[in-house]
């Protein structure tokens, strides 16, 4: 996948999750359920996703994989992967969660992606 496709959609979707989480957590937090102690650490994950969303934004001109963009490469791809592995364990759990499951699989393609950026070299053109 080209990196700025890559940059531009991985960051509209972290944008838009982070603006969701921001501007409606008590809404988030009663349709699944946590109760009004968790709006704040709702508020707090919506930081964290805008902040990557401005850094993907950011970076989307820049050569990703190589020396110089490594580093913003590996920030997604451990984000994606630890994402990945904690949401199918908990849609093994919770399999009637269904936001669950499509928000898994989300983050298994955008690992899958930021993985190949990660250990494939930029230049390289497979056959």
Known sequence: MNS????????SFLGLLGV???FL???ISHF???GTDYEIVLQLMSGIYLGFAMLNWMSK???????YGRPIVL?????FFV???SLIKFSFKNSDEIAFVVLGAVYSILAVLFGIKLFFHPNVKSK
């Open 83 to 85: 994402g990945t592995i």
């Open 61 to 67: 001109e820049s050569i990703l994989g190589g020396i």
């Open 20 to 22: 969701m989480l921001l």
């Open 75 to 79: 920030g997604n791809f451990f984000h």
């Open 4 to 11: 700025k496709a890559l940059m531009i959609n991985t960051s």
């Open 25 to 27: 957590p008590s809404e």
């Open 32 to 34: 699944f359920g946590f």
